[in-house]
Every structure is written in structure tokens, then in C-alpha cells.
């Protein structure tokens, strides 16, 4: 559509244009990958997954608030992450289950990633 042509049909007035660049929300790839890390880590450490997956929202989306002179620790799910986000979330997740867990969590990239999947599917 002619932008040109839009803007001379609104009336007269005063107007806001607002551009706001597009962020794709989390791809089902992306929430698929991270639920089979969380069964993995379920199964090495005996832990719940989705105790697993709260461990992590709490310590890579969490941020301080202030109510009043209260101070509070809130954190949000993936859910609302977008693509980038959520990828960052899962570089997060992986270093951190090889660090604190010795589990080294695969990308679908990797070479034994085929056989990882059909292990913790």
C-alpha cells in the first residue's frame, strides 16, 4: 500500500506514527529443545522438570521491584520471551547445566544430538 495515498486520507489533525520494529515470539523448535533439556536434567538429578524449568526462570528472568519500601524478587516465565530472548535464556540454561551440573546439554546442530533426542524424548 502507497503510504502517500494513506496519509492523505486521514482528516485534518494531529497524528502519531508509531514504528516499532517486529520481535518474533519463541519458536515451538525453541520451547521443544528446552523441555527435552529439562527432562534431561529431570533425569540426572532427580528433580521435577518443571522444578527444573521455575530453578531457571528464577535465576535468568528474574529482577528486583520495588513496592513501597518493600523490595521484591519477580520473575517471569519464557513464555513472553521472544526468539532472541529465548535463545539467550538457552545459552544460559546449557552453560550453567555444564558448569553446576557436569550435563552438557546438545544443540539440534550437534553431532550426537540425534541420539540425545531419541534418549530424553
Not at 516499532?20 to 515470539?25: N, Q, V
Request: proline share 2%; net charge negative; with cysteine.
Amino acid at each position: 500500500m502507497d503510504l502517500g495515498y494513506l496519509f492523505s486520507t486521514l482528516r485534518n489533525g494531529k497524528y502519531i506514527l508509531t514504528i516499532k520494529r517486529a520481535a518474533e515470539k519463541r519458536s515451538v523448535s525453541q520451547n521443544d529443545l528446552l523441555w527435552l533439556w529439562m527432562t534431561c536434567i529431570e533425569q540426572e538429578t532427580g528433580t521435577p522438570k518443571e522444578d527444573c524449568y521455575l530453578y531457571y526462570c528464577k535465576r535468568f528472568l528474574s529482577k528486583q521491584i520495588r513496592m513501597g519500601a518493600q523490595h521484591e524478587l519477580v520473575y517471569e516465565t519464557s513464555s513472553k520471551l521472544s526468539t532472541v530472548q529465548m535463545s539467550d535464556f538457552l545459552d544460559k540454561i546449557q552453560a550453567d547445566a555444564l558448569q553446576e551440573l557436569g550435563i552438557n546439554l546438545p544443540d539440534p546442530q550437534d553431532k550426537y544430538f540425534e541420539n540425545f533426542y531419541e534418549e530424553f524424548n
